[in-house]
């Protein structure tokens, strides 16, 4: 079932009243891309989403699908699904009817419904719940059922307004992986906005990092981690320390950093903190300019030459590990 539309978004733009939610954005997502919008609350994700989706008029600019203008079709008519935040679950409704409501408003016979709400139910792994209400569910049911009802209408693009947010931290991880798979079997693309990067990283091929109603950067996941831009991305990416050099402002990772004889590197420091964490130790310095940054090291690396807390020590790196940023 490979898909072949991309989606793109030309100079969108959404203002409510005075307040600009999404200010002249552009992005070409390729078909078949798992993409995260990432970025914190009230940057303007969800009304990028909901303006894809067809439920939240597009202010200026527009949305392609294919190279069809779909900014102003209604959402049925789009090729895009979303699941929301809250699953938006009928709770009068038993998940097989949840899953087949959408058939059932395009006038499409009951036998056919109960067909493909089936198929829908066995590729999400609920089969045996199709009878239950959505109260007897727990909260990662509830989300099969939310994706199963999504997948019936087959969209091109499956919009994703912060999935995971209503599960404990155990089950997040595991959807988190269910998702992945569900997306590389279906091949059409996932837009799954988050403001958790952990999540982002670990589901996205593409990631955008949206801040104050802008993208701040965006491309191949490991491609911005690997190389942020701006002090706003590489901190909001975290494992990465933004120091001011004499040069200008640096991005460092954390696992970039090395430890050496107080002395003999580019920055010299003082050791505030170290903090075992089983798999490495991270160790805290304050740095000249009133700084501090964390260098994460190998459990190894750390024991073979113990460090403590207010000792001397220098700060390197391979001198392609530093990124210059702007802003
Ligand atoms: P995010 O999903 O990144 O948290 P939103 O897209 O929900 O951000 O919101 C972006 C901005 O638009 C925020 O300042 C928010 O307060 C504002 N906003 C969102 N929805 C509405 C609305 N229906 N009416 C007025 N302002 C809104
Ligand atoms: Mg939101």
Sequence with gaps: MSRTLDLELISLTKRYGDTVAVDAISYHFTAGTYACLLGPSGCGKSS?????????????GAITLGGRDISHLPPAKRGTAMMFQNYALF???????????????????AAKQRT??????????MTALADRLPAQLSGGQQQRAALARALITE????LLDEPLSALDPFLRVRMRTELKKLQR???????????????????ADEIVVMNAAKIEQAGKTRAVFDAPQTAFVAR?????????????????RSDALRITPAGTARLPGTITSIEYQGTHVALTAAVPGDQEVTAVLSDRDFFDDPKNPGEAIGLDWEAEAAH????
Aim: overall charge negative; charged content about 15%; cysteine-free.
């Design 48 to 60: 990028t989403l909901r303006m894809i989706a067809g439920h939240e008029a597009v202010s200026d």
């Design 91 to 109: 709770p009068h409704l038993t998940v097989r009817d949840n899953v087949g409501f959408s058939l059932k408003m395009q006038g499409i016979d």
């Design 116 to 125: 493909r709400a089936g198929e829908m139910l066995e590729l999400v792994d």
């Design 155 to 158: 969209p091109e693009v499956l």
């Design 185 to 203: 079997e279906l091949g059409i693309t996932f837009v799954h906005v988050t403001h958790g990067q952990d999540e982002a990283l670990a589901l």
């Design 236 to 252: 909001f990416l975290g494992s990465h320390n933004v120091v001011s050099m004499p040069g200008g402002m640096v991005a460092i």
């Design 324 to 327: 210059a940023l702007a802003g």
